[in-house]
T-cell receptor, first 115, second 115 residues
Framework: EAGVAQSPRYKIIEKRQSVAFWCNPI?????LYWYQQILGQGPKLLIQ????????DSQLPKDRFSAERLKGVDSTLKIQPAKLEDSAVYLC?????????????FGPGTRLTVT | AQSVTQLGSHVSVSEGALVLLRCNYS??????LFWYVQYPNQGLQLLLK??????LVKGINGFEAEFKKSETSFHLTKPSAHMSDAAEYFC?????????????FGQGTILTVHP
């Protein structure tokens, strides 16, 4: 079974530029998550989709970040304009419901450096 | 609200020694608890999980963890460390409610294994 795919793996941009990340979840996984992992910290949830609807975006900086999940499959996360503090690894995960809990599978992440 | 505290951002052990990584959580509802491992430039891989039932759970690569409700702890152990265990480890919690598996992570513990 193919895992969660993310692209690009690395991206370097200057502040105030825009950037987009792409995620392809595991086939059949209805729930998709975007996490931000700043160096030295644990991942923090940015946004969560159930099929193509948003169920939690409480920690998404909506003035500069946006995300969508078309047709309940692939997802893109966009930052416009980027700030220095956005330098981080952006992890995408998708989950399968196993009984009463959700087992998340993570992609390799996109490392963003903002200069 | 949920939170996770991992005691010790860095743990160093000798090969063959006991590994003990500490995790304490806070949750207002019965939690689901997870340990993930992250190797350099890779995504997170699930080591083990506690959902219901037996409080001592076994995972991959010889790791195990015990859920202690009275101590709100879920410490990760391995009897004998191997060089390949060197990585960063994250403890995470989710609730059994309607959060669609949202994970709250600790800040991580970097495990170094010396020959």
């Amino acid at each position: 079974e193919a895992g969660v795919a993310q692209s690009p793996r690395y991206k370097i941009i200057e502040k105030r530029q825009s950037v987009a990340f792409w995620c392809n979840p595991i086939s059949g996984h209805a729930t998709l998550y975007w996490y931000q992992q700043i160096l030295g910290q644990g991942p923090k949830l940015l946004i969560q989709f159930q099929n193509n609807g948003v169920v939690d975006d409480s920690q998404l900086p909506k003035d500069r970040f946006s995300a969508e999940r078309l047709k309940g499959v692939d997802s893109t996360l966009k930052i416009q304009p980027a700030k220095l503090e956005d330098s981080a690894v952006y992890l995408c995960a998708s989950s399968l419901v196993r009984g009463s809990y959700y087992e998340q599978y993570f992609g390799p992440g996109t490392r963003l450096t903002v200069t | 609200a949920q939170s996770v505290t991992q005691l010790g951002s860095h743990v160093s052990v000798s090969e063959g020694a006991l590994v003990l990584l500490r995790c304490n959580y806070s949750s207002s509802v019965p939690p689901y608890l997870f340990w993930y491992v992250q190797y350099p430039n890779q995504g997170l891989q699930l080591l083990l999980k506690y959902t219901t039932g037996a409080t001592l759970v076994k995972g991959i690569n010889g790791f195990e963890a015990e859920f202690k409700k009275s101590e709100t702890s879920f410490h990760l152990t391995k009897p004998s460390a191997h060089m390949s265990d060197a990585a960063e480890y994250f403890c995470a919690v989710s609730d059994q409610g309607t959060s669609y598996g949202k994970l709250t992570f600790g800040q991580g513990t970097i495990l170094t294994v010396h020959p």
